[in-house]
């Protein structure tokens, strides 16, 4: 049965975790404060002085086109009052030549997406996208404060997208923008068709698209081609002809109904002639079956599976995903290996369950297309003990685990969790082996706290589930730090009502953040926030 679901939990396992890479190898500068010297606490990437190395962000009124702002903050006072500046804002100039050369302002709908990171604060990531419709060739964009890649496509799906990377916006600025538009005479035109083998036409809906070698970056924009279509024609960028080679993409629309690779071709821009595109014997479609158990022989019903690999012709396959049924049974629509041992098949049971997540490297054949009994390993209770800042059990501390990075040779958790502490501050969490942040958020005026945590894969034994004990966890002392959040004198100066403030430290070496502190300011823009302190 098809999965009716997203397959987000997929898409975690096979992307990279990048929001605290920066703590890797993941291996403890210190296990707890009472290592480090006076004054310091022991943070995720080692001892540090908690009032200083610190930035915040204030997040004013998104709606409003006030979006985030940051600020450097080396040494922390009792009393933090911050200014906002105007908007900042991205100032697009679009153009295009005409068929005599001559720039003229381009008016039509474009589609403008802004990936980056904030200039304070590093690995803190910020996206923003819009359609607009520039007047007399401009338009203005808000966003927040960073150094942004911005990626510019036409509606008309002639004419190629536009890049530009290392744009830097800062508070009460606007960031010039230009994108220059070719001329429709100027494009490079690449005819060529799509085949399984010699010329066999493929019987389903792909989407091809030039790409820069190296960077990817593209060259066209994507170009649906119809089934058994005999041809299509792309439509470059004149940048295409400045390299001398450069990759066209093809992949399936779909993978549930006609399985079809994907794969990336070379070409040279000298050879530019009718381009035939063979995507090799791939085969036909294979339905894998087989069944997912946990370690006692229960079957797991609701479980995700999906497979990736490289299959005949040199391609590459991921399929859609399925779940399990009730008798953990499940088909997946697929296409064979092109070597034993080429496909990797995932099974991601439900958040809810005890039984964590599979990676297995698998042969699907057409001659063989069952794939048996699949065990999934059990999750590993995680057990700790929560105290206070006084060494008494701590209770009701809200704590979430989030997955940073798998082990060597594991899968990365596809889930975190969340749990409390009982009265007597105990700690229960069912994770997959791997590393996690914890982050413990104690009510009663305490700070928030982070640290890190490897669970092993731990082994059951007679029939016990595998059980990891943490050594005992003492929550902060905190300090409490206020302030205003005011618009800087001029039009719309005031407080700023209802204002986000996030309080981050700076890890060492300045490479990633670890968030100590949040709140909102009130209606006349002031605000409190306890900090951790020795």
Not at 131 to 149: E, H, I, N
Not at 217 to 231: A, G, H, K, Y
Request: with cysteine; net charge negative.
């Amino acid at each position: 049965m098809r999965a009716r679901l997203s397959t987000a939990a997929l898409s975690l396992l096979l992307s990279a975790c990048a929001s605290y890479e920066a703590f890797g190898p993941y291996e403890l500068a210190c296990a707890s404060d009472a290592e480090c010297g006076a004054g310091l606490l022991c943070f995720p990437d080692g001892c540090g002085d908690p009032g200083t190395g610190l930035a915040v962000e204030v997040i004013p009124d998104a709606k409003a086109g006030q979006h985030a702002q940051d600020f450097s903050l080396p040494e922390l006072s009792p009393v933090q009052d911050f200014e906002l500046a105007s908007g900042a804002l991205i100032a697009g100039d679009v153009t295009q030549r005409s068929a005599t050369g001559a720039l003229v302002p381009y008016s039509q709908q474009l589609s403008v997406r802004v990936v980056g990171e904030s200039l304070v604060i590093p690995g803190l990531v910020r996206r923003f996208e819009a359609l607009v419709t520039p007047g007399d060739g401009r338009f203005s964009l808000p966003v927040a404060t960073g150094q942004y890649s911005v990626l510019v496509t036409p509606a008309d799906p002639r004419l190629p997208p536009h890049v530009l990377r290392g744009l830097v916006v800062s508070a009460g600025a606007q960031a010039a923008l230009e994108v220059p538009l070719p001329s429709l005479t100027a494009l490079v035109p690449v005819e060529g068709q799509l085949v399984s083998m010699g010329t066999s036409l493929l019987a389903a809906e792909m989407e091809v698209q030039a790409l820069t070698q190296g960077t990817l970056e593209p060259l066209s924009q994507p170009l649906t081609v119809p089934p058994l279509s005999p041809i299509f024609v792309l439509s470059l960028s004149p940048r295409a002809l400045q390299d001398p080679a450069f990759l066209i993409r093809a992949t399936p629309r779909s993978t549930s109904e006609s399985p079809v690779p994907s794969k990336l071709f070379a070409v040279a821009s000298g050879a530019l002639g009718p381009l035939t595109l063979e995507l090799g014997d791939f085969g036909g479609a294979v339905r894998a079956s087989g069944r997912v158990l946990d370690r006692s022989g229960t079957p797991v019903a609701g479980a995700v599976v999906s497979a990736r690999g490289e299959v005949g012709g040199g391609g590459t396959f991921q399929s859609a995903s399925v779940t399990t049924g009730p008798d953990g049974h499940f088909e997946l629509p697929t296409l064979a290996s092109r070597f034993p041992g080429s496909t990797a098949l995932w099974v991601v049971p439900p958040a809810s369950s005890g039984s964590g997540v599979l990676k297995a490297d698998v042969t699907v054949s057409a001659l063989q297309p069952v794939l048996g009994d699949l065990v999934v390993p059990d999750k590993v209770r995680v057990q700790g003990v929560i105290e206070l800042p006084s060494g008494e059990r701590a209770g009701g501390v809200p704590v979430t685990a989030v997955p940073l990075a798998p082990l060597s040779g594991l899968a990365l958790p596809a889930f975190g969790a969340t749990s409390t502490t009982d009265a007597d501050g105990r700690l229960l969490l069912a994770l997959d082996p791997g590393h996690y942040r914890l982050d413990y958020s104690p009510p009663g005026g305490l700070p928030r706290m982070s640290q890190l945590v490897t669970v092993p894969a731990v082994a059951a034994t007679s029939g016990a589930p595998a059980t990891f004990q943490m050594d005992p966890t003492r929550l902060r002392k905190g300090v409490t730090v206020r302030g205003s959040v005011r618009y800087a004198s001029g039009a719309g100066a005031g407080a700023a009502a209802f204002a986000t403030v996030r309080v981050y430290r700076l890890t060492t070496g300045g490479a990633s953040h670890l968030l100590l502190g949040e709140t909102v300011t009130d209606a006349t823009g002031n605000y409190s926030v306890v900090l951790p302190t020795r």
